[in-house]
């Protein structure tokens, strides 16, 4: 199944907390990977259908750590 590009911006705008096939909010995740563009993938499973899908995030900011 093709999502349209209309449920992809819904799935990327509500933060991903809900399977974009079906709805469901039984997500699991692998590690992120770095790409060579400083891009970080990520392999997504829904544990409601069998749907798999790679989030794609991109380092927006930092917030710095107290010591």
């Keep these: 199944m ?5 449920k992809i911006k ?10 974009p096939f079906c ?10 990977y770095p790409t060579e563009d400083g891009i970080i993938t990520q392999l997504i499973s829904c544990g409601n ?7 794609v995030f991109r380092l927006i ?5 107290s010591k």
């Design 2 to 6: 093709k999502l349209s590009k209309a």
């Design 10 to 19: 819904e799935y990327v705008d509500s933060g991903g907390v809900c399977c």
């Design 61 to 65: 900011t930092i917030k710095e750590v």
């Design 23 to 32: 709805g469901g909010n039984d997500l699991s995740s692998s590690s992120g």
């Design 49 to 55: 259908c069998p749907a798999m899908w790679i989030d």
